[in-house]
């Protein structure tokens, strides 16, 4: 008989009760890839996206949402040579992480870091692959720059402060309330901005402008970030939870030499994760294991309360990381 596995599903678009849990067969994994028993999945707004039919997964991904968790190999499908089975890893995944048991490239994964336990571990690969990429291989943040991160008590927010600060920036952050903003602070934000009380656009003028902004808050703020900027600044666009349409005069691009990108993680190749992957293990690995950065937590939800977890979330009222304890 084939082997099964609990997992959550979405049997549906639509809100957070549409994630119900089912059984599913367990995944084989194929050539250069690994099958993980999880102990813990981080959830992320894209999964919500998902769950809600906004972001479809790849042609060749699994239907159920979950795109980081941390635990234990299990299984080596054909070619793999950098992992054995019992290792202890935490992986960017495809899609699949609401459940028993995932398969993801093995290029994907990354060791638990020094002193971390696992429910810690699940929690990283999706923000840090993220900001890595595009906070300092898009963005090309180096020390002594502005760095203005919109959503800093989020899962992003907060790696890409901690992350900033290491590397000798002057980080900026927005929040939405004091508690979040003394979060901001006490990670390494030189100002924390409540923008329900403050202008980040004065906020950063005052200061000579942002350097580079990470944004993932779109609509009205995208003509703001560019008022925001010093000239030369960058902006990285990562998601839009206000919107990916604005009106926006492209003369001031123009004439103050700014430059507009951005990127989503998911629909990129295997060669191009397992790039983040390398940079990530060099340059922040060490970081983590030496206790300077690390991820700041918030709950908890066991695999079957996947749809609180996910009301958790989106009420914005979380600090940090949410996790499923598989």
């Not at 060099?282 to 709950?299: E, H, I, K, N, T």
Request: glycine fraction near 12%.
């Amino acid at each position: 008989m084939t082997e099964t596995m609990r997992a959550i599903e979405i049997t549906t678009p639509g809100g957070p009760d549409v994630l119900q849990l089912t059984e599913r067969p367990v995944p084989t994994p194929g050539h250069g890839q690994v099958r993980l028993r999880l102990a813990y999945a981080g959830v992320n707004r894209p999964d919500a996206l998902q769950r809600a039919g906004a972001y479809a997964p790849p042609p060749s991904a699994s239907d159920l949402p979950g795109l980081e968790g941390a635990g234990e190999v299990v299984a080596l499908g054909p070619g793999v040579d950098t992992l054995s089975v019992g290792d202890r890893v935490c992986a960017l995944l495809p899609g699949g992480g609401y459940a028993e048991q995932v398969v993801t490239p093995a290029a994907h994964c990354l060791p638990v870091p020094n002193g971390m336990d696992l429910k810690q571990a699940a929690c990283l690969p999706e923000t840090y692959f993220t900001v890595w990429s595009n906070v300092f291989m898009r963005g090309g943040l180096i020390a002594g720059e502005r760095f203005l991160v919109h959503g800093g008590s989020s899962g992003i927010g907060t790696t890409a402060i901690q992350l900033a600060r290491e590397f000798g920036a002057r980080v900026f952050a927005t929040a939405g309330n004091d508690d979040k903003c003394a979060t901001c602070t006490e990670l390494g934000a030189e100002r924390a901005i409540n923008y329900r009380r403050e202008d980040f656009v004065s906020v950063l003028k005052d200061e000579g402008g942002a350097n580079l902004i990470l944004d993932m808050v779109g609509g009205d703020y995208i003509p703001r970030n560019i008022r925001a900027l010093a000239d030369d600044g960058r902006l990285v666009q990562i998601a839009f939870l206000s919107g990916p349409k604005v009106e926006l005069n492209f003369a001031q691009v123009m004439a103050r030499r700014l430059t507009i990108t951005g990127s989503t993680l998911r629909p990129q190749s295997d060669l191009a994760k397992a790039r983040i992957a390398e940079a990530l293990r060099r340059d922040v690995w060490p970081l983590l294991s030496a206790g300077r950065v690390g991820p700041v937590m918030d709950s908890e939800f066991p695999l079957d309360q996947a749809a609180r977890a996910h009301a958790r979330m989106e009420s914005s009222d979380h600090i940090g990381k949410i996790v499923l304890a598989i």
